[in-house]
């Protein structure tokens, strides 16, 4: 069992938007500001999408998008392209230098 | 541009110690910016962290892999490297070596960016007799 929890699964056409939700508790997503995402495309390491909960690092399209309410973060993919079909993980700072908790990962699939 | 490359055996037995290294180019483990990590993730699932190195030493583990875990980091080779005692099949995973930011502040503080920007290709390493 994963500590934040996400959909096992998403998916949307081309063009569309989709939003992945990832739930914490107030001990890490509730209680800090960095959240991260990352992308993994099959056979491949993750890649870091977005940090600070709503960061994104150089390269990354402005339509991929972050943010948090609460104990939930949630990562918006706009004008889905057929190159954002992956899995997609959160992780949260956790406390007690505890560097990073992860989702159990959600499936993107553009139809 | 930081790379990262992990190395080791791809097969250990139950009960033995699971050893790794992770060469870091493009960058240097004696630098104050980044902390050096482990994360792994089992075939099908999802990922863990398992600890992070800064080059001062200063070494965070995973509490619940902690007692099994060791993290060196050793700068002349620019390499960290990654021991786990007494592995079982749990322990089948590709092992992943990322980075952590850290950013130094006016006040000489070491601030951790926690989010792992850099990542190597991962191995993958199988536990069975």
């Known amino acids: 069992q994963s500590a934040l929890t996400q959909p096992r699964s998403v998916s949307g056409s081309p063009g569309q938007s989709v939003t992945i939700s990832c739930t914490g508790t107030?001990?890490?997503?509730?209680?800090?500001?960095?959240v991260s995402w990352y992308q993994q495309h099959p056979g491949k390491a993750p890649k870091l999408m977005i940090y600070d909960v709503s960061k994104r690092p150089s390269g990354v399209p402005d339509r991929f998008s972050g943010s948090k309410s609460g104990n939930t973060a949630s990562l918006t993919i706009s004008g889905l392209q057929a190159e954002d079909e992956a899995d997609y993980y959160c992780c949260s700072y956790a406390g007690s230098y505890t560097f990073g908790v992860f989702g159990g990962g959600t499936k993107l699939t553009v139809l | 541009q930081l790379q990262l490359q992990e190395s080791g055996p791809g097969l250990v037995k139950p009960s033995e110690t699971l050893s790794l290294t992770c060469t870091v180019s493009?960058?240097?483990?004696?630098?104050?910016?980044?902390?050096w990590g482990w994360i792994r993730q089992p075939p099908g699932k999802g990922l863990e962290w398992i600890g992070s190195i800064y080059y001062s030493g200063s070494t965070y583990y995973n509490p619940s892999l902690k007692s099994r875990v060791t993290i060196s980091v050793d700068t002349s080779k620019n390499q960290i490297s990654l021991k786990l005692s007494s592995v079982t099949a749990a322990d089948t995973a590709v092992y992943y070596c990322?980075?952590?930011?850290?950013?130094?502040?006016?006040?000489?503080?070491?601030?951790?960016?926690?989010?792992?920007?850099?990542w190597g290709q991962g191995t993958l390493v199988t536990v069975s007799s």
């Open positions: 107030s001990t890490d997503v509730g209680d800090y500001n960095y």
């Open positions: 990322a980075s952590t930011p850290v950013t130094v502040t006016v006040f000489s503080l070491h601030q951790i960016e926690y989010y792992f920007d850099y």
């Open positions: 493009g960058g240097s483990t004696s630098s104050s910016s980044h902390y």
